[in-house]
């Protein structure tokens, strides 16, 4: 009984089993052994007689070169591999926001809040909005802020220097390397 492959609704990358048309082909076991060069329907039967799939992996070489695999299995892994890869590129902008009349301990708070975020790979917007009369102590806010530079320097760096926007202040750190 021949083995059918599975056909699923996106294209397939790679040439299998009935699909290969090559009169000779160079033929790979599944453990990575040469088994030789032999014609295209042998090859398929020394397939089908292990119940795996012959999958072209280069056509440009003389023979054309096959192995002897589980394609869903190896089309899985490739699938996972890719998927990884796009996983572990994304950061977010996470903020955190303050008055620069701020409390001890609630400084502390937001300086633990930003390790946390810093740690977890994110980058950081510390932002302190003034209201009011405070615009005039504009310098007392960019004080706290390198401050904040000074108590986070092990864990982070500075993407944007603190900066004033209208009525708020702002900076980015980013992790350390």
Known sequence: MPIVHKKTNHRSKHTVN????????????AD????????????????????LDLVLLNDKSEPPVCRVMDYDKFR????????AGTKSKSTT??????????????????????KRFLKGGNMVKATITLKGREVQHANLAQGLLRRM??????????????KREGR??????????
């Not at 009935?18 to 076991?29: C, E, G, N, S």
């Not at 530079?149 to 603190?162: G, N, T």
């Open 18 to 29: 009935a699909q290969i048309t090559f009169p000779k082909i160079r033929v790979i076991d």
């Open 32 to 51: 990575g052994t040469q088994i030789g060069i032999m014609a295209s329907r042998d090859a398929l039967k020394v397939a089908e007689e292990k119940g």
């Open 76 to 83: 899985y892994q490739q699938e996972k591999k890719n998927s």
């Open 93 to 114: 902008l996470k903020e955190v926001k303050m008055g620069y009349k701020i409390g001890e301990h609630d400084y502390q708070v937001r300086i633990n809040q930003t």
């Open 149 to 162: 530079i000074e108590d986070l320097q092990e864990v982070a760096q500075v993407q944007q220097e603190p």
């Open 168 to 177: 708020n202040l702002m900076m980015i750190l980013s992790p350390a390397k």
